[in-house]
């Protein structure tokens, strides 16, 4: 064991405990401090070896940690050195930046008006932009809660496939190890004595949750033979769904009675998984039929790791030539044509995103003006500090001391609005999440810390960006010279290039917003101006879904002692039902066969099976033959053959089969299997989307349709328009009373039905509109800033041209021009930026071009309105200031 | 402050040094300066500390404590060499003799009544 005698040097300290106590000592103590833990670390290796001493050093450092710390902030923040170290004072540079935030925080206190506005001005970017963050998230960021996420890709034509042609695939789809089918199976679910509740489900094939790479909670997955005929009917629960029922494990292995049939429930999803989107909160496995022709099966199939789903040309030529070998296509349901693949993210998430990225653009746009309005009034600051700069830096004060100055004042409005930022963050996240068009992921949104955290890492960057202005100025001014300029404050009143380009900066970010929300004002209004053919206005919809395993002639029964039910309420001028309402998307397709026209083999037209009553609810026009009346005698099973159909036709039906004859009369086929005869001809109607082509379409009278599905749609016209939302509690009492095994899906208006159909826009519209009036209102204080302190600054100028007989009026108007020309440039700035932003909303745009001149014209003349409203307040002060007041002030 | 001797009276709210009580650390560091008699330099305080009480202490501990106990005006410090390195000497000013007084007279108020033998039973379990 080496032994330390006193006149040899103690043995060397290991370097980095020695690196970080010297890092937390004072100066003045360092060595002093180090000498003694050298001592005793020397003492202790000859006393105890080396492994001993070292495990004390150590121990020191972390023990010492703290106080070592506390010392150095509280020396920083008293001031204090004692008068032994007046030679070699102590503190490390920590000292320098809490004078500085002493001192910011003096001056912010001193001038509240400042520090307010800044605050409140950078918090509502930095609020905005991290609700947004926290709504959008789990859209844009977040990964999948599936393990093959990466693997797994969506087949084209997505709602179109039918189980006779998944069956005829199944197990060797080239190039996917395996793939799913599924389609939206909402079920009813009885609970005890309750009333029948709907329960937004998926039906789908046994390989969803492989392909997924999902795993359950409890109990399993769906398995091989899940989905076979005769099977024993299975479900999977969400773990929302299953909190409900009692959140009990013994859950696995139960009953549940959905659709009016009992379900063994096999497994719990776990906590976050959600497929295909978070409403759905049930998986049953569908018993597949090997000749199930209803065309509205999604599929998605999982590849091998490292295979990207785009690259799968040669496979999917395979694929097709299999299909086109065993099916026969019309040609607008040609699945051997544009067959491709879509990696699953794009496929669920990739159409909420255009919304969400022009909304986080316009925040981060209102973020990006709070910050040039900050700078713009932090730069007025230095300008007015320029006598105390200059004197600071005669003693000696270096430009690297002052600009930490200015980033320390930065920081503390930086965490001043960081807090209010989050505040409103907090506040305003749940509106966001409603008022954002992203569904079902707007009723999940959850609000945690990040969002805080969010708030931070933003104000952090606004901050960066605010002092950079007037550090430029900073570095770039002569600071001496403002020594020479205070004396004589006032009369030069040039300067201030930077103050401009920002309040110009300001202006052009604005105009994007401004121009942003024009173009959706203007796309929505276009969309609004489309007549769907029906009416909107004083109607009410129910959406009600029965259990499955009830016959089409029992449905039809309840339905129609449900319409009666409902026409007696008070107010109700008359209803009807229907299996698919207009505006809601297309689907629901038949082939048609016309005869003499043989070219129209291998088409299909729209069906749509509705009551006599829903024609006249809706306000569908009749334009040629009939309505359906007494006369059209309804379907028994007795008819099977022989029995013709009656049916009305629209209007593109007419133009595009039977041009050139009188349609009334004639007999097609194709579909319910029974010939039907046109008896009358309705204007078109918005069938599928609101924007979509006029498309052919047949509507068959529901008691002459040998099935009525499990869904419907009743229409409920109101005496008054008004009073189509105040029926519809009534009329779910009614259906509750009447029809206790139906579930009301949705109570909404037409009018609502409409506003969904005009789709994302409108939503976008709003919230982009709002954010302009925001950009509007900063970029006035902006404005208003720059113009006050301009016009303080010549005040001077202004009183002696005054007293040498200027008129007041043109001081005024001298002024107002100055902020108007700020605003004209900024304007023409925003012009061309505004042309690439507008790109991002493309697919938002319905009717109007991405440059739109009305639309640019709109933004432009609101912000040369409220920029020259903002510049003529202080213009009005100034002129209407006594010069002989200015005059005697110096 | 009083110059009556503070447990001469049975005052109950005695008028004593506003440092009073001084914290456990700020007594030891203190009553070390005192006993070190004109060495008080932060190693000697430490090792005096770590003599008497037989308890590993932290160094920058003792080194903050010196340091906030001068800042108090409880002691004061100059500059010296001692063995050949700069060392600041501390020694108790007024203020921080009468600070440990008081602090040790509160503490025997405190104690006062208390059974020792039947605390040392209590102990020995």
Redesign the interface.
């Known amino acids: 064991m080496p032994i330390v005698s006193p006149g040899t040097p103690p043995a060397p300290v290991p370097r980095l405990a020695a690196a970080l ?1 010297r890092l ?2 004072p100066r003045a ?1 360092r ?3 180090l ?3 050298r ?2 670390y020397a003492g202790r290796l000859g006393r105890d070896g080396a492994a001993s001493a070292r495990r ?1 050093l150590w ?2 450092v972390v ?3 703290p ?2 710390l ?2 150095s902030w ?2 920083a923040w ?1 001031g ?1 050195e ?4 007046a030679y070699s004072p102590g503190g490390p540079m920590l000292r320098s930046w809490i004078a500085d935030a002493r001192y910011a925080a003096r001056r912010l206190v001193a001038r509240p008006g400042y520090a307010l506005v800044a605050v409140l001005t950078l918090a509502l970017g930095i609020g905005g932009v991290a609700a947004i963050y926290g709504v959008a998230r789990p859209v844009l960021l977040d990964p999948l809660p599936y393990a093959h996420a990466r693997e797994v890709g969506s087949f084209w034509m997505p709602f179109s496939w039918t189980e006779q042609e998944f069956l005829h695939l199944r197990g060797r789809i080239p190039g996917f190890r395996q793939v799913a089918a599924y389609t939206s199976g909402d079920v009813t679910l009885r609970d005890g004595d309750a009333p029948a509740r709907l329960v937004p489900g998926l039906s789908t094939s046994a390989e969803l949750f492989e392909v997924l790479g999902a795993t359950p909670l409890l109990g399993r997955g769906l398995r091989p033979g899940d989905d076979a005929q005769g099977a024993e009917p299975v479900v999977v629960l969400g773990y929302g769904l299953w909190q409900e029922l009692g959140g009990e494990p013994s859950i696995v292995g139960s009953r549940l009675r959905l659709d009016g049939a009992e379900r063994t429930v096999v497994g719990v999803m776990p906590r976050g998984f959600w497929f295909p989107d978070p409403a759905v909160r049930l998986w049953a496995a569908r018993p597949l039929d090997p000749e199930g022709q209803n065309g509205s099966y999604s599929l998605v199939g999982r590849v091998a790791p490292g295979v990207d789903v785009r690259r799968l040309e040669p496979q999917l030529r395979q694929l097709t030539a299999m299909l086109d070998e065993r099916f026969d296509y019309p040609a607008d349901w040609d699945k051997t044509r544009d067959a491709a693949v879509t990696p699953l993210r794009e496929a669920l998430l990739g159409r909420l995103h255009p919304g969400l990225i022009a909304t986080l653009g316009a925040m981060a746009l209102i973020l990006l003006i709070a910050c040039a309005n900050v700078a713009a009034l932090m730069l007025g600051q230095v300008e007015g500090r320029s006598a105390e700069l200059a004197v600071r830096s005669a003693l000696g004060a270096d430009r690297r001391r002052l600009t930490q100055q200015l980033v320390v004042e930065a920081l503390l409005l930086g965490v001043g609005a960081a807090a209010a930022g989050a505040v409103l963050a907090a506040v305003g996240f749940r509106v966001l999440a409603r008022a954002l068009p992203i569904g079902a992921w707007g009723e999940s949104a959850r609000f945690d810390w990040t969002l805080f955290a969010a708030a931070l890492a933003v104000a952090v960057v606004a901050v960066l960006l605010v002092v950079l202005a007037p550090s430029v100025s900073l570095w770039r001014g002569d600071l001496r010279a403002g020594l020479g300029g205070a004396r004589t404050a006032g009369i030069q009143g040039r300067g201030g290039r930077m103050e401009r380009g920002l309040v110009v900066a300001q202006v052009a970010l604005a105009m994007l917003v401004a121009s942003g929300a024009a173009l959706l004002v203007r796309s929505v209004r276009n969309l609004y101006a489309i007549d769907p053919g029906i009416r909107t206005e004083g109607v009410a919809v129910v959406d009600v879904a029965g259990d499955r395993d009830v016959p089409s002639a029992e449905r039809r029964r309840t339905l129609a002692a449900l319409l009666a039910a409902i026409d007696a309420l008070p107010g109700v001028r008359g209803s009807g039902a229907a299996l698919k309402l207009p505006l809601r998307g297309g689907g629901n397709s038949f082939d048609v066969r016309v005869p003499g026209r043989p070219d129209v083999e291998h088409t299909t037209t729209f069906f749509r099976v509705a009551t006599p009553g829903y024609f006249e609810a809706l306000g569908m026009t009749l334009r040629d033959g009939r309505m359906f009346d007494a006369s059209d005698r309804p379907y028994t099973p007795a008819d099977s053959v022989g029995f013709t159909m009656s049916i009305l036709v629209n209007q593109t039906f007419v133009r595009r089969y039977l041009p050139d004859r009188n349609p009334i009369g004639v007999v097609v086929e194709g579909g319910f299997g029974a010939p039907q005869r046109i008896v009358g001809v309705l204007a078109d109607v918005a069938e599928g989307g609101l924007t979509d082509e006029p498309t052919p379409a047949r509507y068959y009278l529901a008691s002459q349709a040998p099935w009525w599905g499990s869904t419907a749609s009743l229409v409920i016209r109101t005496a008054r328009a008004e009073d189509a939302e105040g029926v519809l509690d009534a009329a779910r009492a009614v259906v509750q009373r009447v029809a206790p095994d139906y579930a009301v899906q949705e109570a909404t208006t037409m009018r609502r039905v409409l506003d969904r159909a005009v789709g994302p826009a409108r939503q976008i519209m709003a919230l982009l509109s709002l954010l302009a009036g925001l950009a509007l209102v900063l970029g006035a204080v902006g404005i208003y800033g720059v113009v006050a302190h301009f016009a303080l600054r010549r005040r001077r100028d202004w009183a002696v041209r005054v007293a040498l007989g200027l008129r007041p009026a043109r001081v005024v108007g001298s002024i107002v021009a100055q902020g108007a020309a700020l605003v004209g440039v900024g304007i023409v700035a925003g012009v061309v930026g505004s042309a690439a932003l507008a790109r991002l909303l493309a697919s938002l745009l319905f009717g109007v071009g991405a440059v739109d001149p009305p639309a640019l014209a709109a933004a432009a003349g609101a912000l040369l309105v409220v920029g020259v409203a903002a510049a003529l307040v202080p213009a009005w002060r100034t002129g209407a200031t006594n010069p002989a007041v200015v005059l005697r002030e110096q | 402050m009083s110059g009556r001797h503070p447990s001469a009276t049975r005052d109950p709210l005695p008028a004593g040094s506003p440092h009073a009580p001084l914290g456990v650390l700020e007594e030891q560091v203190v009553v070390a300066v005192l006993r070190a008699r004109g060495d008080a330099f932060g190693m000697e305080v430490r090792r005096e500390i770590e003599r008497a009480t037989g308890r590993e202490l932290a160094v920058g501990a003792v080194y903050a404590t010196l340091d906030r106990l001068e800042a108090k005006g409880l002691l004061v410090s100059t500059r010296a060499t001692v063995d050949g390195a700069s060392r600041r000497l501390f020694a108790v000013t007024p203020d921080g003799a009468r600070a440990l007084a008081d602090t040790r007279t509160m503490r025997e108020r405190l104690w006062h009544g208390v059974d020792l033998a039947r605390l040392h039973a209590l102990a020995a379990g």
Do not use: C, I, K, M
């Open positions: 106590l937390l000592l103590e060595d002093e401090v000498a003694d833990v001592a005793e004390w121990r020191q023990a010492s940690a106080a070592l506390g010392w509280r020396r008293t204090f004692p008068p032994a170290n």
